[in-house]
Structures are given as C-alpha cells and as structure tokens.
C-alpha cells in the first residue's frame, strides 16, 4: 500500500519504519528540514531501540523516502498518517493547530480518494473538526479515522510490530477494509484490531493514559503512607499486585511520571470533562499528586543538606523521563536539577542517552560525565532519577572510593535495602526504610 505520514517524531518516525517494513511504500514528510536531511543521510534523529537496523533496511529497499514536501509525499498515498504534536495549550487543553492546519493543507492538494488517519492524540470531536475542515477545502471523496497510537517510547518498535490491540475509530466500510488489510501483518498472534465509532477511539486514548498515570499517582501516595507508617512500598506493591486484577505492573512508586503524553494527556482530559461541565475529580488528585511527588523527593535532598548547598556536588544518574529514551521532555530531573542550581548547588550528572537532549533543552549550567563513575568524584551525594538498567548494579566499592560523602537519594528504588546497609551508605529511597 502506498502510505504517507505527516511527523516524523517518536510516533510517525517508528510508524513509517515499521509500516515499510511489511512492504508498503512509505513517505514521510515532517517541517523539519534539518531533520529530514539527516534522515535522508541514514540517520536517526532519535534514540529508540531496534529502530535503526529497520530503518537502514527500508532506506536501501526504497520503501521508507523523507521529505520536507507534503505535496509530494500525499500524492500517491491512500492512506495518510498524522502524527503531529498535540503540546498541551495555555489553558491546559490539547493544542489542535498543528493537526488543523495540516488537514487543511491536505484538503488542497488531493486529487483521489484519501483515507486521513490520526495517530496523534487528539480530544474527543476532533475527526469532525477534521472532517469538516477538509469537506471545506475539496470536493474530493475522502475518511477520516481515528486510529490512537499506544506504543511506549523506549520498546515502540516492538509495541508497533506486535500491538496488544490496535483501535481503529471510523464508520466507513472502505476505510475499514483498507486498515483492515494494513494492519493485519501486525496482529497475526491474534491480537484485536478494535473498531468503534470515532469518538469512542478519540477518548479510548485519553482513558488509557490518565488511567495508567492515576496507578502511578496511587502508588506514589501508598509509598509516602508507607514511610508515614513505617511499611514497606516493595512489599506492599508485590502483596497487591499478585491479585490479576490490580496486575504487577506499573505499581512502581518514584519521583512522578513525565515524559510528552501523561502530562499532557491527563491535563487535556480533565479540560474536556470542564469543558463538559462534569467534575472529574480523580484526575485533578492524580496531576496534584504527581506535582508534589518531585517536590516531596527534592525537600528530603534539601532538609539533609538544612537548605544550605554552597560549596556542595550533587551527582545525578538519568535525566530522561524514563529509560531506553532520550526523550527529557517533561522529566522529573529538569525541575530537580532547577531547584539544586538555584539552591546554589553544584550539579554533574550523566544519562546514557539523554544529555544532548537535556543540555540543548534546559541549557543548564551543569557539568555531563561520560559514564556513571565519572560524576561522582568529590559529590556530597548521589540522586537517581532515571531508572536505567546500567545503574542497577554497580560497584559500590569504587562508588565509595570515589564519592566525598555516601550520601544516596533514590528516586527509582533500584537498590535493596539491605545491600546499602551493608555497603555503609546513607540511603533514601521511596516509601522505605531511610537509612541514616
Ligand atoms: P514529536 O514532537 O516527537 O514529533 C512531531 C514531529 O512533527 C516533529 O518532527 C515536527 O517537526 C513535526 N511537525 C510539526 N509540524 C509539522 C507539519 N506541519 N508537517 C510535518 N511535520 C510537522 O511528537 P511525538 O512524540 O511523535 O507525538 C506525536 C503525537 O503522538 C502526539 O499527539 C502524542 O501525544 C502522540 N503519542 C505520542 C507517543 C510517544 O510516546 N511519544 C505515544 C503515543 C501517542
């Protein structure tokens, strides 16, 4: 099939390889011109894992071009991806400009029946917006779908290659055939594709994500509880989450989620349900709560340290919002990082993929270490704010030699408590014992 994605960031990059790569012809177009150079020259402008071996292969085979033309990439498509921004608006809503102004330059240039996908996370009403601004640009014949992307950066390739579902929001037969047809190389396990009304699609999105962002704004406040009580989140956590209908998964307390959706997503949800005149009262607990669990973890650095960081070193391991991904934005460490700076501290931190991201973003006066040992010479502590897996055993022994004070504060739990009571080290973690 001949198919045209319109971004090509986190999503609409990982879409268009992963669409090429059962055969169809992809081009994807994106504003970025800088961007799309680089891709044209073979490489990636994002760190995803097993995105690269999948782009080189349908580079070669001329299945996957880049463009900086949306004229030229729709021209032949059926099928037209957008995956554009949806940044969260001043007043808290989903931004819908890019996908309108998009929409409307689409409906200019189609000459032949085009089906308009969005991938983008978009409030419930969009396909119509959509739908009405093209109807008002051509007399061409076209759908519009809505088709929410699930994947999770850091495994969005597998997530794409083998969805759990895949949820498709239209009422037209011809376009459902032909997403029908797409998709099935990507569900042959016999996993759902899930077809509904557009609205029901739309919504599905914004459901999932506030949904996994209220387990996590749950577990948070069970692991402050837990150190209010003197319980143990670990335990706690493996005792709930053994029953099938809480799951093991994403019962992990921290430093608060980040990252380009949950922020943003929760926020224009619960604008929605406003907008709708319903009190949505869950989702406001879960984006306060998630608010002052980074606050809460920075007050322990800062009540250590009685608010006085002059002269004083902070290591930092993992800038980015999560890990497997270079992806800082809305990261818990850029506020932490902020507060330290101006608290007068002295900060080094290092991140196996995120520090260009991070310094070009914050462009914070901080020094970057090449590896995790390297940051830590001379620091009165260490904070841990990404949990990347290099992180999760290393040698105490050096870490000591190399640290002024075995201070730890571990914002991702990594490390067992009874480990760091036998290395000596002073160590905060979430909803644990403190050992002083
Ligand atoms: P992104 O910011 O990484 O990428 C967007 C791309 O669109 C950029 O490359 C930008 O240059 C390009 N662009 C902007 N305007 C354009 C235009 N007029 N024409 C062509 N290209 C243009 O965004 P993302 O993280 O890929 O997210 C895209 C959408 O997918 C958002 O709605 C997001 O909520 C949703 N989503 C994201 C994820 C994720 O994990 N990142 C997962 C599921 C859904």
Not at 240 to 262: H, N
Request: contains cysteine; proline residues 3%.
């Amino acid at each position: 099939m001949k198919i045209a994605v319109v971004g090509t960031g986190y999503v609409g990059l990982v879409t268009g390889t992963c669409l090429s790569e059962t055969g169809n012809e992809v081009t994807c177009v994106d504003i970025n011109k800088q961007k799309v150079q680089m891709m044209r020259e073979g490489h990636l402008p994002i760190y995803e894992p097993g995105l690269e071996s999948l782009f080189h292969r349908n580079i070669a085979e001329e299945r996957l071009l880049f463009t900086t033309e949306l004229a030229e990439a729709i021209e032949d498509a059926e099928l037209i991806f957008l995956a554009l921004p949806t940044p969260m608006g001043d007043d808290g809503s989903a931004d819908l400009s890019y996908i309108l102004s998009a929409s409307a330059d689409i409906a200019k240039l189609i000459k032949g029946y085009k089906v308009i996908i969005t991938k983008s996370t978009v409030p419930v009403g969009t396909a119509d917006k959509v739908t009405a601004i093209i109807k008002a640009n051509t007399d061409v014949e076209f759908d519009v779908v809505s088709n929410p992307e699930f994947l999770r950066e850091g495994v969005a390739v597998e997530d794409f290659m083998k969805p759990e579902r895949i949820v498709v929001g239209t009422k037209s037969d011809r376009a459902r055939a032909l997403l029908t047809q797409l998709y099935s190389p990507y569900v042959r396990q016999g996993n759902p594709i899930i077809f509904m009304d557009e609205r029901s699609s739309e919504l599905t999105k914004y459901a999932a994500n506030s949904f996994l962002a209220t387990k996590i704004s749950f577990m948070n406040e069970i692991a402050n509880l837990c150190e209010k009580l003197g319980a143990d989140v670990d335990m706690v956590r493996m005792g709930i989450g053994s029953d099938s209908r809480i799951g093991k998964r994403f019962l992990f307390p921290g430093i608060g989620y980040g990252g380009s959706c949950f922020p943003k997503d929760v926020s224009a949800l619960a604008k929605s349900a406003d907008e709708s005149y319903y009190d949505f009262k869950i989702l406001n607990a879960v984006m306060e709560v998630n608010k002052l669990q980074k606050v809460a973890f920075l007050e322990k650095v800062k009540d250590y340290f009685n608010y006085d960081f002059d002269g004083k070193k902070i290591a930092v391991w993992g800038l980015a919002f999560k890990p497997e991904t270079d992806d800082i934005r809305e990261a818990p460490a850029i506020y932490i990082l902020k507060e330290l700076l101006e608290y007068g501290a002295t900060v080094a931190a290092y991140d196996p993929e995120a520090i260009n991201n991070f310094d070009n973003y914050t462009n914070l006066k901080i020094s970057y270490g090449d590896d995790s040992y390297e940051v830590l010479k001379d620091a009165d502590a260490l904070l841990i704010l990404t949990e990347w897996a290099v992180f999760r055993n290393p040698e105490f022994s050096k870490m000591k030699d190399l640290m002024k004070q075995h201070v730890i504060f571990d914002g991702r739990n990594l490390f067992d408590i009874d480990t760091m009571l036998n290395q000596g080290f002073t160590y905060n973690s979430i909803g644990r014992t403190t050992l002083d």
